[in-house]
């Protein structure tokens, strides 16, 4: 499996990381490398096989915890805010979203 | 003082032998001595660790309102700059967090802190905890003090090397595909990834959440122990952990090892290993045997797709995890840019190094639509064969032994162009979170070139307690894990 320069762009989009014009073909043929690596598991016969999302899952039964729906946190928005790039009455101010 | 165990030092500081203060004085001055070569620890807060010392004496001395002292009280231990600490910086390793000040700290150091223990600092590691050579830190590699120009392993690359080095007794550390054991073996060290669901991982920077564990590195299985009896446990605030009576992970330290079963699998001692490790792995074996252990061969037939499904799954949930770094909030935040997309796009190529964003771009490539089904629904039905393997296997034997890694420490920077070549490093490692079972590694020795080689213990699900006893057994016979580098001669 071997990514094209479109391909790359747009997973750099949804990842939302940059990557320049310059680096592009080496990001590229670093991640074929790793495709290739990956592209091993397409021959593995896992036909009535589950897939497997919890650590535990194929051994023991594991359900998710649920707790009641009540609020059980502090505000604590000045503590969180003071580390923040740009703030401004309590809230995190970015570049204009809408025109 | 720098070569005791932790009960040692227990019983030094209850004894008033010495105190805290001078036992966390004589780690900071090692640290000062040998951090600028050896770069084990990216943040060290001197007066903040004398602090907690004297905090440590007074409870000892029965004053303070923090309860009786335990075993750790007063014991300084270095964490794993992956674990959110509010007194001191938080970086895993990260331009992204270079500056990052925690409003909260991690459950493990909630619980260390309540045990009274000394934090000596915050160790270095490979960014975001992806690596397994400590190169891809953005504060510099670190070096193995058994050869300055080797790495240490990773990710817990500085915890590794501080343990080894002796400027601390002991240190915390992850292991997500091998990140606390395969620095333990490159480093001469014992290190510890539990059961997946023991150690809560609330406060531990999220890099792969099914496969991500917090564990303990130190001088002997014995130390190990001590440590998860304080660091283990249940915490409603990480919703994977898990609600079990409490242990004492101490408890089967003098085994009896007659007729205990140590499957050896044959996927594990083929080739592309170093001739060296495996003839002391099979000395370490032969010891067990001649304690009455009985060896048995078994297979862990899908042992070859276990580095393809780990990196597929560990960089989709990367991929994932690492979305929250977007400059709105907290890290690192790009200087110019031209609208939102932007400030997310050179915020995030900016913070991250290579490595990292290239397990981001994998992991979005294989959870994107059109490849979902084919690379990421497809490797975790591969993960369910591996974790069916260490099922079948359980049943044949008590506990599985083998290499921890195919090498010893190689030199820093010879892997450095070809990430699959470093990928397959890790390819005795990564089965053990795959299927959330406990992985062990204790030294056994030292390759012809005098670096450690490690030999891994895995037990079934819950079975640390056996899984320290058989090393502990071990280290009582042998010397492998008492011995100091050249390079941090004491």
New interface residues.
Partial sequence: MS?TPD??Q???L???????PGEAAA?TE??N??????????S?D?RG????????????SVQ??L?PDEVSEAD?RD????????VERGL?L????IE | MLNSSLSELSAALAAKKISSVELTRLFLDRIRGLNGRLNAFITVDEEHSLGQARVADGRRAGKGSAGEAGPLTGIPIAHKDIYCTRGIRTTCGSKMLA???S?YDAHVIEKFDRAGAVMLGKTNMDEFAMGSSNETSHFGPVRNPWDASRVPGGSSGGSAAAVAARMAPAATGTDTGGSIRQPAALTGISGLKP???LVSRYGMIAFAS??DQGGPLGKSAADLAMLMNAMAGFD?RD??SL?RPAEDYARELAMDLRGLRIGLPKEFFAEGVDADVLARVREAVRWFESQGAKAVEIALPNT??A???Y??LAPAEA?SNL?RF?????GH?AKD??????????T??EG?GTEV??R???G???L?HGYYD??Y?????????I??DF?EAFARCDLIMGPTSPSTAFAIGAKAD???QM?LNDIFTIPA????IPGLSIPCGFDAGGLPVGLQVMGN?FSEAKMLGAAHRYQQATDWHLRVPREAAL
Avoid: C
């Fill in positions: 990514l391909q790359l747009r997973i750099a949804l990842a939302r990381i940059d990557v320049a990001v670093r991640l490398r790793v495709l290739g690596l990956i592209d091993q598991l397409q593995v896992t096989i589950e897939p497997m999302s919890h650590a535990l899952d194929a051994q023991l998710q915890r707790r604590r503590e969180y805010q003071e580390g923040a790039p740009a995190y970015v570049p204009k979203v | 500056n990052f000040a409003p059961t997946y669901g099914s496969l409603a919703s994977t609600e070859g797709l580095v393809p499904v990196y597929v991929s979305s977007d400059g709105v909030r907290y935040r840019y031209a609208d939102l997309n932007d400030m997310y796009r050179r995030r190529a991250f964003k290239r981001i771009l994998i979005t490539y294989v994107s084919a690379y629904l497809k490797a975790q039905k591969v993960r369910r064969l974790a069916k099922a070809d990430p699959v990928y979170p795959l299927a959330g699900y």
